[in-house]
């Protein structure tokens, strides 16, 4: 498995429930950065979350970091039809090549009106 | 708007072409970044300018050959490409090593 892995790979709710993604990457890290990216666009960037910080909150998102499990989640709360897109986590190695980041392959959420 | 922009946004190619894909930031960042993207892989970094200066090669051929004339200005020039270089060209740019800012992309087709 690579650096970032985003589980599920896909997922489909109604309008107004909760959805949760989840990220688990191999090696220590600096940060993990969650992503988001419509159809064919590029990405935008939603939150940061420090190796030394254990949960941050954005509006509607919320992101948990446990660096014991090597893992993240994010939380997308209240959902809408126009938080359909491809989400993905991004690592910042420990120790790792200045400027790189590490992306998972992603999980589609689809969020049905 | 990212403030990240790519021209063009679509690109058909013969494998003997050359062409230039462009990328220009406007948000005073001192490194810019090429990534592919093709379907069912993790985004994939190609290279990373800090200050005009590359300082990342992420092994890729040298058919892909990049420019940084200055630090808001990136170009990728592609000659005799493979139909498997077909993918999304991201482009994105940063201010120290945090949060980056991509563009819209360019969408290639090696025929």
């Known amino acids: 498995s690579q650096q970032g892995e985003e589980d599920p790979q896909a997922l489909s709710i109604q309008e107004g429930e909760n959805a949760t993604m989840n990220c688990s990457y191999k090696?220590?890290?600096?940060?993990l950065q969650w992503y988001r990216q419509n159809s064919g666009r590029g990405l935008v960037h939603l939150i940061l979350?420090?190796?030394?910080?254990r949960e941050k909150h954005s509006g509607r998102l919320r992101v948990t970091l446990d660096t014991s499990k090597k893992s993240s989640s994010l939380l997308i709360t209240a959902s809408r039809a126009a938080d359909t897109a491809s989400y993905f986590c991004?690592?910042?190695?420990?120790?790792?090549?200045?400027?790189?980041?590490?992306f998972g392959k992603g999980t589609l959420l689809t969020v049905n009106p | 708007e990212t403030g990240v922009t790519q021209t063009p946004r679509h690109l058909v190619m013969g494998m003997t072409n050359k062409k230039s894909l462009k990328c220009e930031q406007h948000?005073?960042?001192?490194?810019m970044y090429w990534y592919k993207q093709s379907a069912k892989k993790p985004l994939e970094l190609m290279f990373v300018?800090?200050?005009?200066?590359?300082?990342e090669n992420n092994s890729v051929p040298s058919r892909f050959s990049p420019e940084c004339p200055n630090s808001s200005h990136l170009f990728l020039h592609l000659h005799t490409l493979q139909p498997e270089d077909s993918a999304l060209y991201l482009c994105?740019?940063?201010?120290?090593?945090?949060?980056?800012?991509f563009g819209p992309g360019t969408r290639l087709l090696v025929l």
């Open positions: 994105a740019s940063s201010r120290g090593q945090e949060t980056q800012y």
């Open positions: 090696t220590s890290i600096n940060n």
């Open positions: 979350i420090r190796s030394n910080e």
């Open positions: 300018y800090n200050f005009k200066e590359q300082t």
């Open positions: 948000l005073g960042h001192n490194a």
């Open positions: 991004a690592t910042e190695v420990s120790g790792g090549s200045n400027y790189k980041l590490t």
